[in-house]
């Protein structure tokens, strides 16, 4: 489907003369509509360079000058997850007051509203935190002449934009000429990845339905919440301990590396590298269809696309997110 000098393609139909000859479909297998696979951005397509227990403890004292145990501080921060679920807020809602309450059982003096914004917002001016691994950049080359990529986010957009554009990550998303697909929770005006958020998504991506979209995340807490929805979803854990924990969630799929994502991509729409020796014949698995969903939700009739989900190459917006 071509919209506006947009090319969202079949994942059966390379729109690419040198991608056909790398990828074949397998005529026996029932392909999967795929208008786009969607990438959560922070702590899947960027991961933190440290650990989360001393990411969040390297923060803490350089705001306020407090040395905690790493552990110890995450095992608060679990408790505080706990105790005050996010239930749909935007993360820049969310963080601060949590924060707040951790510099106060650490013991810590100042403006301590200053200082709990502070340490949210360390995690995105700070972009030597993160970085993005060679395996998932293949990932990333691999899929984006195959289809539109776009990163779903709760984060504040300009600077998850920054990030991005900081790690080289931009240029794998852009469509068409149109620029780079960013949606974060401010620009939607909705909460990641609720059913309000993930429609609109869909209809300015110009999908039929939700379904269309694939999710690539890292959390069983949220992102995994897009399967109740039937977005076939993927959960990154690098760990693999979520292969050999079972996991219930309908339409949630966990892999333990970027290869595995692109496996489970194929798997799911029917397609095979052009290897026959690896093909295994009849042993090729099933595309995963039926997913227990509680609704096939189509989207309404596109609205006039004002390109306020645009961000050109030059990163300048053409509106302002605040």
Known sequence: MDTSGERIASWTE?????????????PHLTTLRVGAVGFDATHTLLEAVASRPALEAKILKDV??????PDTLWTFITELKRQHPRSGRDMDEYWPPLNRMLLEHVGASGDLDRMALRMHEQHYDDAS?????????????????????VVLSNQQQGRLI????HHDVLRYFENGGRGTRVYTSGHIKHSKPSREYLRAVARKLRL??????????NSLENDAQAAK????????????????VPVTLPGVT?????????SWIERLCGFVAEQPSDRGGNGVPEPEVGLAAEEDLPVDEPEPDDQSDVVPPNGDRTTDEG
């Open 14 to 26: 390379p729109h690419d003369r040198k991608e056909a000859a790398m990828v074949a479909p397998t």
């Open 208 to 217: 039929k339905s939700v379904r269309e979209l694939i999710l690539v995340g």
């Open 162 to 165: 920054g990030l991005l554009r």
């Open 254 to 262: 966990p892999v333990d590396s970027p290869a595995a994502i692109r």
């Open 229 to 244: 929805l039937g977005v076939r979803t993927a959960i990154l854990d690098r760990s693999g301990l979520l292969n050999r």
């Open 64 to 69: 306020s000058g407090i040395d905690v145990d």
């Open 129 to 149: 935190l993160y970085c993005v691994r060679d395996d998932m950049r293949e990932l990333l080359e691999w899929a984006a002449p195959l289809v539109s990529l």
